[in-house]
């Protein structure tokens, strides 16, 4: 992820920054943390650790809260299209594979 100056963030820093988007969105609808736990079905502790930026809360309970916020659509965007890591290695294997049975010996 990138900050505003184009800079790549440390894990550190990108929960931070996401906790204080959950945190403005949750003011901006006017929810109340006790309400929003709730409807999380998490704890409020746990509710308080996802506004804080903790690194150790469960995945499951930060998308539970990006949809009650109606933040679920960027989460689903990340994975909208997979990424095989794999994928240009195996094509420019296949790629040398075809090269090489061109080849011509004299």
Not at 54 to 64: Q, R, T
């Amino acid at each position: 992820m990138l900050n505003k100056k184009g800079d790549r963030l440390k894990n550190e820093e990108f929960f931070h920054q996401l906790g204080l988007l959950y945190r403005k969105r949750r003011i901006a609808l006017k929810i109340k943390l006790l309400t929003l736990a709730a409807r999380c079905a998490i704890s409020v502790d746990t509710m308080r650790a996802i506004e804080r930026g903790s690194e150790s809360v469960k995945i499951g309970s930060w998308l539970a809260v990006a949809d009650v916020l109606g933040l679920a659509e960027a989460w689903k965007s990340l994975l909208a299209e997979p990424v095989d890591p794999f994928e240009e290695y195996d094509r420019k294997q296949g790629l040398e594979e075809q090269i090489l049975k061109r080849r011509v010996r004299s």
